[in-house]
């Protein structure tokens, strides 16, 4: 079981140890509310958790990647993060439950809907409702937008900041405020999982995505190479972006232009000599 679980409440980060899951007053499970997890342990959250205001969401990550639609406060307050099953062992990895009606959602098969019930969760994010709403309208528009101009940036994040070295083709399939959700599908290998590539940074408002995703491809295309850059033709990809999104005076095009011009031969002449060898 992880030691650790993290809490994001608007934007600060802080973990909720194991220890005081344990340590805070005991909720044992009803059989009449869940007979499988009948006589299981754990903490309400609300007891765990500092005050989380009325305006305020929050998903659960699990540790397979699993990500929950936003919770109200006033129902996230009332999950239980289970810690002991009932024969008194410890869970092997904790588990967030919320009694029936509370948290129901759409299960991640999308078969049915019911109440949250997430096995080995590992963190939650908590945001301003309107960020989440705002992300959620224009879920659609990214992802489109994301697996059409960008599917070599999505590689590269499941090489870089999902531990997935071998990542092959990629796809995003989600955006939420925790992260962007991919299936990959390994080079070698060809096994495809699903993936959580948490933001590089905290998400304060759903305009922010774009230049979270413009830094982070940017770190993971540093974090992987010259070698690699060059093959993905990163240089001629950003020379034509930078141009493409110039919209400044005169001077500044040929300043722009003559610097995009210098970074291309650069690029050229490596990729040659690179070729070559």
Known sequence: MVANMELLLCSESTAVPLAAVRGAPSYVVPAELSPKLAGCTGALISAIFPPISPHLVGVLIASDGLVTQPILASELVQGVLLHTAADGSALSNMRAWFPPGIAVQPSPCKTHVSAVNVKGVIACVVVEKDVADALAMSEARI?????????????????????????????????????????????KSKETSSLLVRYSRPVRAASEIRSIAVEMHQAAYSALGLRYRLSQGYYLKTVAMAMRELRRGLAARQLWLLGGVALLATALVAQRRIGQK
């Open 143 to 187: 992802i489109s937008h994301m697996n059409t101009d960008h599917a070599d940036s999505l590689v590269a994040f499941a090489r870089v900041f999902g531990g997935l070295p071998d990542a092959g083709s990629t796809t995003l399939t989600g955006v939420n405020v925790a992260g962007f959700s991919m299936c990959v599908t390994l080079s």
